[in-house]
C-alpha cells in the first residue's frame, strides 16, 4: 500500500486579510492622529484673531457726577493757606463745580447696520456713549435698552458703510476643556487677545437668570461686555466678571453664555426692554428631608410656598403644591424653573404638572410679565377668627404659642396671618440647626393649616401614625414664608 502523504493545508486568503487589517489599522492610526491635532491646541490664532477683531469694539462712556457739596478741608476761613487750598481744590476738580468721569469697557458688533453688545454696568448712567473701532474711527451710540438682570446693554451706532459683525453660537455646545478666545480693551490699553479654555459651565453668580461659562482666558477690568468666541469664530459668551482677590486676573473669569444673551438682545431690539414670563409663585428647592416629609420618591421639582394673586393662583395652584414639569419640560430645581419661565413668551398658555397629595394634578397657566409684577408682595388670605389660646407648649424644639392681638403687637405680625408663633428655640435641636428662630409664625404642618395647638398635636399624631419620619412646616418670618421639614424622633 502507497502511504497517504499529509501535505499541509494552506488558506490563500490569510495573506489577503492580513494586508487589509494592517491598511485598516494604519488609517485607524492616522484618523486619530489627525482628530486629536484638529482637537488640540491650535497652532496659532493669528488667523481668527485677524477675522474676526473688526467687529470687537471699545467702549468709552462720560457722565456728569455733582461737585462735591459739605466742609471741603479742614482749613479756618481768613486763614493765610485759604487761597492755596482752593487753588489746589479747582486745580484738581474741587469745589462745587460738576465733573465730568470716564469709564472703559469692551462690545462687539452683532449687526451691518450697527447693533452693539456691551455690558450693562459698562454704560450704567452714562450721558455720552463713545464706541472706538478697530480701524481707528469712532462713533458716539445710542442706548437701545438694558437688562440688569444678566447685565446686557444693546446700543446702536450710525455708519456710513456697512459694519463687519460676528454672529452667536450656541453656547450649549460648548463643552469643558473646549478652546477659547477672548477680544476686549483690557485695563484700557486698546484691542487685546487672550485664549484658554472652558472651565466649567452652567455657573450661578448672583442673577435670578446666571447662566455663565467659566473661563481661564484672561479677562481683566475693561473686557467687560467683550465677545467670548470658540474657534469657529461664533461668539458662545459676554464677558461680564472675574472672580479675583486683587481686582486682576487669576485664571477664573464669567462669560454670560450666548443662549442667554440672545434672547435678552431680540427683546430689546424689538421693545427696547425684556418681557419675560411670570408664573406667580413663591418658591423653594425640594430638599432630601422635605421630600420625605411629603412622601415624594426624588428630591426634585419646585416647591410653592405662596401663591399671591397672579397667574398661579388663577388657574388653582395651591401653596404646597410641587411642580415637577413646567410647558412639557421636566422641572429640576427652583433655578431650572425660574429660567423655564423667564424665557417662555408672555401672555403664553402652558400647562404646569404639580404633584398635590400624592397624586400628579396638570394645570393650564396663562403667563404674565415678570417685570410688570416685579414690587408685588404675596398677600395671605383672611382666616377665620380662632379663639385665644394663651398657653405654650414644647415641641420638637420649639416653644409655640397661638398668635395673639398682644403677640401680633409684640412682634409685627400682619393681621392677616394666623398660626403659632415660635417663643423660644432649643438651641441643640434639629429646628436651630435648620434656621427656626423667636417670631417666627408656622402657619401649616403636614400641608394643612394649624391656627392651634391642637392642630399641631393632631398632624404630628398624622404624620406618624401614616409612617412619616418627619413633618413639614410651613414657617413665615416678615412676610416670607418657606418650608421646613423637622424629624419626629424628638418629641
Known amino acids: 500500500?502507497?502511504?497517504?502523504?499529509?501535505?499541509?493545508?494552506?488558506?490563500?486568503?490569510?495573506?489577503?486579510?492580513?494586508?487589509?487589517?494592517?491598511?485598516?489599522?494604519?488609517?485607524l492610526i492616522l484618523s486619530q492622529t489627525l482628530m486629536a491635532g484638529a482637537q488640540g491646541a491650535p497652532r496659532s490664532f493669528a488667523e481668527l484673531a485677524e477675522r474676526i477683531s473688526p467687529s470687537v469694539v471699545n467702549i468709552t462712556t462720560s457722565t456728569t457726577v455733582a461737585g462735591r457739596t459739605g466742609p471741603q478741608g479742614i482749613v479756618p476761613e481768613g486763614s493765610p493757606f485759604e487761597d492755596f487750598f482752593r487753588e489746589f481744590q479747582d486745580r484738581n476738580g474741587g469745589g462745587d463745580r460738576p465733573r465730568q468721569s470716564s469709564?472703559?469697557?469692551s462690545g462687539f458688533v452683532i449687526s451691518e447696520d450697527?447693533?452693539?453688545?456691551?455690558?450693562?454696568h459698562v454704560i450704567d448712567g452714562a450721558d455720552e456713549i463713545q464706541v472706538e473701532f478697530f480701524e481707528g474711527f469712532e462713533l458716539p451710540a445710542e442706548l437701545v435698552g438694558t437688562d440688569p438682570n444678566t447685565d446686557i446693554?444693546?446700543?446702536?451706532?450710525?455708519?456710513?458703510?456697512?459694519?463687519?459683525?460676528?454672529n452667536f453660537?450656541?453656547?450649549?455646545?460648548?463643552?469643558?476643556?473646549?478652546?477659547?478666545?477672548?477680544?476686549?480693551?483690557?485695563?484700557?490699553?486698546?484691542?487685546?487677545v487672550s485664549a484658554g479654555i472652558v472651565s466649567a459651565r452652567n455657573r450661578a453668580l448672583s442673577g435670578t437668570y446666571d447662566d455663565y461659562i467659566q473661563t481661564d482666558a484672561a479677562i481683566n477690568r475693561g473686557n467687560s461686555g467683550g465677545p467670548l468666541f470658540n474657534m469657529s469664530g461664533d461668539v458662545i459668551g459676554v464677558n461680564t466678571a472675574i472672580l479675583s482677590p486683587n481686582g486682576g486676573s487669576i485664571g477664573i473669569g464669567f462669560s454670560m453664555a450666548s443662549n442667554v444673551v440672545t434672547r435678552v438682545v431680540a427683546q430689546l431690539q424689538e421693545y427696547g426692554e425684556t418681557r419675560r414670563g411670570w408664573l406667580g409663585v413663591r418658591i423653594q428647592d425640594v430638599t432630601e428631608d422635605v421630600a420625605e416629609a411629603m412622601g415624594l420618591e426624588t428630591a426634585r421639582g419646585a416647591l410653592v410656598?405662596?401663591?399671591?394673586?397672579?397667574?398661579?393662583k388663577d388657574a388653582g395652584m395651591l401653596s404646597g403644591d410641587v411642580i415637577t414639569s413646567f410647558d412639557g419640560r421636566e422641572v429640576e430645581d427652583t433655578r431650572a424653573l425660574v429660567r423655564q419661565v423667564g424665557n417662555t413668551e408672555v401672555g403664553k398658555t402652558v400647562r404646569v404638572v404639580v404633584m398635590r397629595e400624592g397624586s400628579n394634578e396638570t394645570l393650564r397657566v396663562t403667563l404674565g410679565r415678570r417685570?410688570?409684577?416685579?414690587?408685588?408682595?404675596?398677600?395671605?388670605?383672611?382666616?377665620?377668627?380662632t379663639p385665644d389660646e394663651p398657653e405654650e407648649m414644647d415641641v420638637l424644639g420649639l416653644t409655640l404659642a397661638p398668635v395673639t392681638d398682644a403677640l401680633r403687637d409684640e412682634l409685627g405680625i400682619d393681621p392677616s396671618v394666623e398660626g403659632l408663633v415660635v417663643r423660644s428655640v432649643d438651641e441643640t435641636s434639629e429646628a436651630f440647626e435648620k434656621g427656626l428662630r423667636e417670631g417666627d409664625v408656622i402657619?401649616?404642618?403636614?400641608?394643612?393649616?394649624?391656627?392651634?395647638l391642637g392642630d399641631l398635636n393632631d398632624r404630628i399624631d398624622d404624620a406618624r401614625e401614616s409612617g412619616r419620619r418627619s413633618l413639614l412646616l410651613l414657617v413665615r418670618r416678615g412676610g416670607d414664608p418657606r418650608f421646613v421639614a423637622l424629624g419626629l424622633e424628638e418629641d
Open 103 to 105: 469709564a472703559l469697557g
Open 153 to 166: 446693554a444693546l446700543l446702536k451706532v450710525e455708519a456710513d458703510t456697512p459694519l463687519k459683525f460676528v
Open 443 to 452: 402657619t401649616e404642618a403636614g400641608q394643612s393649616a394649624v391656627t392651634s
Open 1 to 27: 500500500m502507497r502511504p497517504q502523504s499529509h501535505a499541509r493545508t494552506f488558506d490563500t486568503a490569510t495573506p489577503l486579510r492580513l494586508f487589509w487589517l494592517g491598511t485598516l489599522s494604519m488609517m
Open 305 to 312: 410656598t405662596d401663591v399671591p394673586d397672579g397667574p398661579a
Open 169 to 192: 453660537g450656541d453656547s450649549d455646545t460648548a463643552r469643558v476643556g473646549d478652546w477659547v478666545m477672548a477680544m476686549g480693551n483690557p485695563l484700557g490699553q486698546g484691542f487685546s
Open 371 to 385: 417685570e410688570e409684577a416685579e414690587g408685588i408682595m404675596p398677600t395671605a388670605e383672611d382666616a377665620p377668627d
Open 114 to 120: 450697527g447693533y452693539v453688545v456691551t455690558n450693562n
